[in-house]
Structures are given as C-alpha cells and as structure tokens.
C-alpha cells in the first residue's frame, strides 16, 4: 500500500489511489489509519465528559441538571460553526486529493478567522443572557442557582473552544487525525486535573463545585487552542498557519465552503433546536427524572467515539477520493467504514444492555436516578448498529458534499419522529422517561435507513464542491 506523506509535513494519511490495489487489507489500513487516532480521541473526550459528570453528579441531581441544561443552548448555539467546519473540511479534503496544497491551506486560513469572530459573537451573547437561555430551558430554581455561573464561565472559552475545532476539522479533511488526538490527549488531562482540584477544592485550591467544573472546561480550552495553533505554526503539517500569510476572506473560497457548509449549519439548528425542545420535555418531568436522562446521554455518548472516528475516516476519504477523480475508491472506503462501525456497534449494544445500572451507579447516589437510566440504555443499545451507520455514513456524504441530503434526514428523523412521538408519549401517554427515549431511538432508525439509501443511489459522487 502507498500512502503519500509529503516532505516536511506530518501525520496526513493522503492515498494515491492509482497504485493502491483494491483488497480487504488495504481498506482496512487507510480506515483504521484515520479512525484509529480520532476514536482514541474522541474516547478521551467521551471518558473526560464522564469524569465530568461523575464528579459533579456527586454534588447532587440539582448540579447534574445545572450542567445539562446549560450545554444543551451552548451546543445549539456552536452550530453555527458546523457551515465552516463541515465546509472546510470537505473542500480541504477535495484539494488534498488534488494534491492542491496551497489551496487546502488558503481555506483553512480564512474559516479560521470567521470563526473567531463567530465564537467571539456567541460568547458575549451567551455571557449577558445566561439568566434567560436557562430559563427559557425550563431549569427549575435549584439547578438556576447553580447552572448561571456554569453557563457565564464556560461561555468566556468559547472562541477559544470554536478555533481549536476549526484548525482539528480542517486537519482530520486532510488526512491527519494524529495531531488532534494528541492536542486532546493534553488538553482532556488539564480538564481531569482542574475538575478534580477545582470541584472538591485539592491541592490548595478553593472548592467551587460546579464553578470549578466550568473553570476547569475553560482552561482546557484555552490550552487546546495554544497547542493546535502552536503546531500548526510550525509549517510542518498539510495544513500550516504563517504569520505573513493572506488572511483576509476570498469570494470563490468562502462560496465554495458555504455550498457545503451553509445545508450543514442549518442541519445542526435543525438537530440542536430539536435537542433543546426535547430536553424541555424531558425537563417538564422533574429535576430526578432530568438527571437520569443526563445520565443516561452521557453513557451513551461512549458509543459516539467510534461513530464519530469512523464519520471522521469516511469524511476525509471520500473527499480525497473524489479529489482524486476516484469515485470508486470513495465507495468502497465508506463501505469499509461501515463495516468496521458494525463490529463496534454491537460491543456497545451488548454493554449498554447488560451494565447499565452498574455504569449509571458511577454518577449518583440515588438509586431512582441509576434505574431509570439504566432502563433507557436498555432501549437504544438495539438500534447502536442503525446510529453507527448514520454516524458513519453521513460522514461519507458530508465528505462528498452532500449536505443537503444529511439536512433532510435531520428534519424528517428529529422534527417529523422524535419530537412528536416524545411529546404523545410523555405529555399526553404520561410514559415518562421511557416515551422520550422511545422517540429518540425511532428518530435513530429513520435517519439511518435515510442516509443508507441515498449512499446506496450513488448520487453523491457527482456533486461539486
């Protein structure tokens, strides 16, 4: 197998596919190559957002749902930053293929600096109107007391936040999925570290509780932007940051990302705007019942790190491959993709089915909260195999550019089959906990069967981006 490493620049897996045989093998080291580092990446973020969680849950079912609710608003609003990540990622991934380098790092160079100016915006807004996004989530006055100074602080690293996952997206559309893992090795460790010291007050430092946690959030935002731009200043890597180079926005380039980013944007409005009515039906049932739900969520997030390494893999080489003018590899490496997705789809299912009350145990005391998450475990570890293929393979159309099509399935899956099942099964079925999951899981089904169809006609290899 051959694989193009250029000189002086590192960690980018970037296949030539005209002197790559078509085997099983091959297939699996240029998948494994790329979802390798970004599952290992995302692990850590996953287990980090654990400790989180668990360290806080410990404070009581108030603090769990002060640091829910408050995320939920603050994800809705990153959003935004999907038309420049996704965009850029999937025209970095064309150019890559193309072996038009200059290119990939013009585009990289200006997403950047819009979204600096984006997650400046967001983060004022988000700083001054903290009172009001929680409660409009419909946070009750004990987790209030707690989530508005969780939402101000973790709101100040945001721009920091929002860069970082810019520069990482535009590296993972190059082939690099190295660098981004070792940027959230260090900066997940500082995240750990200051939760520990600044929750509990170690080491000498004051114990603020579920402060310390955004505290700790902020600092590891800010060290993940410094070593992402550090790096990336060097002029090692495909993609590179040079003091003296050409920063200012270009028409072609910024349409070319919007083609793609602009159907990705609203996908994220329409997915998180979704999230944040469900969260406030779920809310609607009591701070006991939102706490297990969050719990819950967040075990389940540990099957989102292969969904999201394996999205990243196909993303990246899909776009190379059509860069390239090779449809027929991008076809063959998502399937691949899939593949390796399944074997991990069902581990998942397998543990979230039998270890649910063991796991939900790690987040609270209250054993009310630890059996009805466990229960809601039990329901979506049988449609892991069907969220993995959306994770998956909505990545390999994102790459190719077909952003549109992602956004449909959004609409139809959240709005058209979670939202309204949730809300007659909880509000008017009076099910509880279990009516909103039954909708959640449903939405899963659609939106896989959606995306796997339209994998499946091959239109996505003529888009233009």
């Known amino acids: 197998m051959t694989m193009q490493r250029p000189h002086g620049r590192r960690g980018a897996v970037q296949p030539r596919f005209d002197e790559l045989d078509m085997s099983e093998r091959t297939v699996r080291r240029l998948v494994m190559s790329l979802a390798g580092p970004s599952i290992i990446d995302n692990l850590l973020v996953t287990l980090v957002g654990m400790a989180d969680m668990i360290m806080v849950g410990r404070l009581g079912a108030d603090a769990i749902a002060a640091v829910g609710l408050s995320n939920q608003p603050m994800f809705f609003a990153l959003a935004s930053f999907m038309a420049l990540n996704v965009g850029s990622t999937a025209l970095v991934a064309r150019l890559v293929g193309a072996r038009d380098h200059d290119g990939a790092n013009s585009a990289a160079r200006q997403s950047m600096v819009i979204s ?56 993972r559309g190059a082939g690099d999925t190295r660098t981004p893992m070792k940027i959230g090795l260090v900066s997940n460790f500082v995240n750990v570290f200051f939760n520990y010291a600044l929750i509990y007050g170690h080491f ?33 890597f495909v993609i590179s940051l040079h003091l003296k180079a050409d920063y200012r926005p270009r028409r072609e380039t910024m349409v070319r990302i919007m083609r793609v980013g602009l159907p990705a ?39 989102f790190m292969p969904g999201w390494g394996f999205a990243a893999a196909a993303t990246s080489l899909v776009g190379q491959g059509l860069g390239a003018k090779r449809p027929d590899w ?26 649910g009350y063991p796991i939900a145990s790690l987040y609270t005391n209250l054993p009310e909260v630890a059996t009805a998450a466990a229960m809601v475990l039990r329901l ?42 949730a809300y007659l099964l909880v509000v008017r079925g009076n099910m509880g906990l279990l009516g909103a999951w039954i909708g959640m899981t449903l939405d899963m089904f659609v939106r896989a069967l959606l995306v796997y169809a339209r994998f499946h006609t091959g239109r996505w290899k003529k888009i233009r981006v």
């Open 380 to 421: 979506v570890a049988i449609v892991q195999p069907f969220a993995l293929t959306n994770f998956t393979l909505g990545g390999a159309l994102r790459g190719a550019g077909d952003t549109r099509y992602t956004l449909l399935a959004t609409v139809i899956g959240v709005w058209g089959i979670r939202l309204p099942l």
């Open 330 to 355: 991008a076809e063959r490496l998502a399937r691949g993709a899939v593949k390796y997705a399944m074997v991990i789809a069902v581990v998942m299912g397998v543990v979230f089915f039998t270890l």
């Open 116 to 171: 600096a100016m984006l997650g400046a915006l967001i983060g004022v807004i988000g700083f001054t109107w903290a009172p009001q996004i929680l409660a409009f989530m419909g946070a009750e006055p004990d987790a209030m007391g707690r989530g508005i100074p969780y939402l101000r602080i973790v709101m100040v690293g945001v721009p920091f936040n929002v860069v970082a996952m810019n520069l990482t997206s535009v590296m």
């Open 204 to 236: 000498g430092l004051p114990r603020l509780e579920v402060a310390g946690a955004a505290y700790a959030t902020l600092l590891a935002r800010v060290v993940g932007c410094i070593l992402v731009i550090g790096f990336l200043a060097t002029g090692r």
């Open 265 to 303: 944007a609203v996908e994220q409005f329409v997915m998180r705007g979704g999230q944040l009515m469900f969260v406030r039906i779920v809310a609607s049932l009591g701070t006991v019942v939102y706490a297990a739900h969050q719990v819950a969520i967040n075990v389940e997030s540990l099957s």
